[in-house]
């Protein structure tokens, strides 16, 4: 085990000794690790993660603390508009975030932590690139590690399904539908194949799948059209759900209107359809269909991280880490949790960006107040509404006391989400790729 304190983690993954500063400071000046470290004089504050909530708190902190960030993803990532993505409507580059830029005085270590040693107050972490074993300590940390995409269980999901959680899963995806049309182009293809690979299986009606279900038909009725016609037409996008509507958390006018306009497009919605089992081209419905599939995503809610699964701190029968109205995990007072990972006992909300951001502004400032020994109130959740794109330059809103649906609530989602972007530059790329889209169509290259 590494004492924290004696040791220091070098630019290039050396451990150092304290002692060792000094000669640093004269050999080597410009490392960006030596000032920071040189003063002990604030506590740590170690955040795991760089996802919403743990973006929104590091940019948010005042410098009471020396702040050091571990996560496998060196960037903030706007999910909201990933399923944009998929399809090139928006480019993967124009919704990321370099976590640097959240603020200059930050350690980040691209790294996943992999354990928790709450007596000795370190974290176990293994760096992205080379698998170099290390370890942080902390004064005070914050796990913000989301969570994953669960296949709860159902046998071939894990091997075969698609997911879209991070950018690397829509450039799959954005990858696979331009594969397909052009593997159902060759010569020699038989019907049966060439109809498995024109067949787009969704699983799971919440925003996510049909956002991502639109956004493709989007694609395929304004791009692939152009390129496949004798394609496009044969091919069919099913968007397949357990419980007996779509988008569940939605107004029931609004949900009608989406299953509606599905209706009138080319998405298949099955409702109450549980799906059993996954194989390589077949997914099985409870009912005993079989429905033979060239690509099916699965997304169908939250599970915990392996790192949450692992580590010993109180959990929900969910593996949700269980914290209280301050964020503060039971059990200990310098180590709290927030966004998809955990839930506040006695106030569960829902896992949405708009909680895990609320959630990181409020413990940043509630951090910088008890840093200052000044009183801290309990977190309270504002709900903004929901909105959802459901294709056709179609949006639902659901907000409190307005329900809004169609092209003006289409451009209201738009200005919406590029208000919450989170740089000027940011903002300005998705503006030029919806421009870009609209003008000279999405890219059908596939590389
Ligand atoms: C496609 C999609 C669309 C969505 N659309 C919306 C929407 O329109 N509106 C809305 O409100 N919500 C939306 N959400 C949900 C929203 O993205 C999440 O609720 C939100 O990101 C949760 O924030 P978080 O900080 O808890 O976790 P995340 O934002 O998921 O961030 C988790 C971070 O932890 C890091 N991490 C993971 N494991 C480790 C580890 N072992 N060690 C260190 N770091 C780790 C990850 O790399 C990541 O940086 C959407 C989600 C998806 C996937």
Not at 219 to 232: I, W
Not at 291 to 311: A, C, D, K, Q
Not at 392 to 406: F, P, Q, S, T
Request: net charge neutral; with cysteine; glycine share 6%.
């Amino acid at each position: 085990m590494l004492d924290f304190n004696a040791f220091i983690v070098s630019r290039n993954g050396l451990y150092l000794n304290r002692n060792a500063v000094a000669f640093i400071v004269i050999e080597n000046s410009y490392n960006p690790i030596i000032p920071f470290m040189s003063n002990r004089t604030r506590a740590h504050l170690l955040v795991l993660g760089t996802g919403f909530g743990a973006f929104n708190l590091v940019k948010n902190l005042k410098d009471d603390y020396e702040i050091i960030v571990v996560s496998p993803r060196n960037h903030f990532l706007f999910t909201p508009l990933l399923p944009s993505t998929t399809v090139g409507t928006i480019e993967f580059r124009s919704i990321i975030e370099p976590i640097r830029h959240a603020r200059k005085d930050i350690r980040f270590y691209h790294a996943e932590v992999v354990g928790i040693d709450t007596a000795g107050n370190t974290v176990a972490c293994i760096g992205v690139a080379d698998k170099h074993e290390f370890e942080v300590g902390y004064d005070v940390l914050v796990v913000a590690v989301g969570a994953v995409s669960n296949s709860f269980g159902v046998p071939g999901v894990a091997e075969h399904a698609m997911f879209l959680k991070e950018l690397n899963d829509a450039r799959e995806l954005r990858q696979r539908i331009v594969r397909n049309f052009e593997q159902a182009n060759l010569p020699g293809i038989s019907v049966e194949e060439r109809q498995r690979l024109l067949h787009f299986i969704v699983c799971g009606g919440g925003p996510t799948g049909v956002e991502f279900a639109a956004e493709l038909n989007d694609f395929m009725l304004e791009d692939l059209q152009k390129a496949y016609p004798h394609l496009v037409a044969e091919a069919r996008i099913t968007l397949v759900e357990a419980m007996k509507e779509i988008l569940g958390a939605f107004d029931e006018k609004l949900r009608r209107y989406a299953t509606e306009l599905f209706a009138r497009q080319r998405i298949s919605v099955l409702t109450e359809s549980p799906v059993t089992k996954v194989d390589e081209t077949t997914v099985y419905l409870k009912d005993g269909s079989e429905l033979p599939y060239g690509l099916l995503l699965w997304s169908t809610g939250n599970g915990p991280t392996p790192f949450v699964e692992r580590i010993n701190l109180p959990k929900d029968n969910r593996s949700r880490i269980l914290i209280d109205d301050f964020f503060r995990v039971e059990g200990f007072d310098n180590i709290y949790a927030l966004g998809d990972c955990s839930i506040i006992k006695n106030n569960p909300l829902p896992a949405t960006s708009q909680v895990a951001q609320q959630q990181g502004k409020y413990l940043a400032k509630s951090l910088t107040r008890h840093a200052r020994n000044t009183d801290v109130e309990p977190f309270r959740y504002k709900h903004l509404g929901m909105l959802a794109y459901v294709g056709d330059n179609k949006a639902l809103a659901d907000l409190e006391g307005v329900k809004g649906r169609g092209w003006a609530t289409w451009l209201f989602w738009r200005s919406a989400y590029l208000s919450r972007i989170v740089s000027l530059k940011n903002k300005t790329l998705v503006l030029f790729d919806w421009m870009k889209a609209k003008v000279f169509g999405r890219d059908i290259s596939q590389f």
